[in-house]
């Protein structure tokens, strides 16, 4: 069966850091692009990052250049986004997705985990 399973979100305060992981099952990661998206409530899903099959290509959305850092064990099956000095505005349920194509474009993307939440308050 194949899965993605993201963990690490929590509720935080701003300025603080967060560690997400996305762990694959049922497939060998290395073989696809990983991306992560976010979806805050009462807006789209967004793309902010994605990493190629060997870490030879990174994407970052420009909204979260700088703080955000994507990376991936291939020998671990899991991917990992690293957040730094998170925002209010970053709140929102960040999934992670496999796809055979370098895009950052959602409907490339074949398989999704089912979300890790992330919440950023005083």
Request: with cysteine; net charge positive; charged share 20%.
């Amino acid at each position: 069966q194949v899965q993605l399973v993201e963990s690490g979100g929590g509720l935080v305060q701003p300025g603080d850091s967060l560690r997400l992981s996305c762990a694959a099952s049922g497939f060998t990661l290395e073989n696809y692009v990983i991306g992560w998206f976010r979806q805050a409530p009462g807006k789209e899903r967004e793309g902010v990052s994605y990493i190629t099959s060997r870490g030879g290509t990174i994407y970052y959305a420009d909204s979260v250049k700088g703080r955000f850092t994507i990376s991936r064990d291939n020998a671990k099956n899991t991917a990992y986004l690293q957040i730094d000095s998170l925002k209010p505005e970053d709140t929102a349920v960040y999934y992670c997705a496999a796809s055979l194509r370098a895009t950052i474009s959602k409907p490339a993307y074949r398989y999704w985990g089912q979300g890790t939440q992330v919440s950023v308050s005083s």
